[in-house]
């Protein structure tokens, strides 16, 4: 099991923080089971903003996997498809608990210099930062 740091669009981060996306959707995800993912927000934010238990990892075609998370998606059918695009198969984290860092943290702070185009693996702990 290991952490993961994902830069995603800081709408899709609010979605994430008020309940309404329990799913976070990749391209590509890491070879290794991740159990959990630092959210860092990208421009204009550009902070890691909170941490995500990852409840399960979803693999499925396009199709099928919409069909199991539409409901707590926190996007159209429309933007879900254009993201998966011709890509086989599509990919969901199952996200369980969500806490806020107090702070919002830099990258540098994890020892990462520049914001990952789909995740970096992340070593530091960020035990008792959370609310």
């Known amino acids: 099991m290991c952490t ?5 669009n800081p709408e899709h981060v609010e979605n994430i923080l008020n309940g ?3 799913y976070e959707f990749r391209r590509v995800i890491p070879r290794e089971s991740v159990d959990k993912i630092l959210i860092y927000s990208t421009s204009p934010v550009m902070k890691v903003v909170a941490e995500a238990a990852v409840e399960e990892t979803l693999t499925d075609s396009k199709t099928k996997l919409w069909e199991r998370t539409k409901e707590y998606s926190g996007i159209s059918r429309g933007f879900y498809r254009q993201y998966f695009d011709a890509r086989k198969p599509a990919y ?6 969500v806490s806020v860092f107090k702070e919002p943290k830099t990258l540098e702070e994890f020892g990462i210099k520049t914001p990952p185009q789909s995740f970096v693996y992340v070593e ?3 035990k008792n930062d959370a609310r």
């Open 20 to 22: 309404t996306k329990k």
């Open 92 to 97: 969901a984290f199952k996200l369980g608990e």
């Open 124 to 126: 530091k702990e960020t």
């Open 4 to 8: 993961t740091l994902l830069s995603i």
